[in-house]
């Protein structure tokens, strides 16, 4: 029951037991808006001082072990650019 609760819920239910195992930002598609960053509730993203190949700065990983799968930054990305996956 519980998990059909979370499932019903996903993903705006937390827990602090999932973890990531790697969160994979798309270089090419990405345009730096930063939205990914603004909404992470863990301080995971922060914006890279380089520049993809548009002349835009696209964010990197600072923390994967403070990531909590939540996916905000996968859903609120405009341009899909953002994977997370999760630790099994
Ligand atoms: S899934 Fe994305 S928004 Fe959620 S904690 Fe991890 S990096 Fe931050
Ligand atoms: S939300 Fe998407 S497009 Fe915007 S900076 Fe993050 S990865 Fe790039």
Redesign the pocket.
């Known amino acids: 029951m519980v998990d059909r609760i979370k499932l019903l819920l996903y993903p705006f239910v937390?827990t602090d037991t999932m973890k990531?195992s790697s969160?994979k930002i798309d270089k090419i598609n990405c345009k730096g808006c930063g939205i990914?960053i603004d909404?992470?509730?863990?301080?995971?993203?922060a914006n890279s001082e380089e520049i993809n190949e548009y002349g835009l700065f696209y964010p990197y990983?600072i923390n994967l072990d403070?990531?909590?799968?939540?996916?905000?930054?996968?859903l609120y990305c405009p341009d899909f650019a953002?994977d997370?996956e999760e630790k099994k």
């Open positions: 937390i990531a969160i990914c909404v992470c509730p863990k301080k995971v993203i990983i403070n990531c909590i799968v939540c996916r905000l930054c996968e953002i997370v």
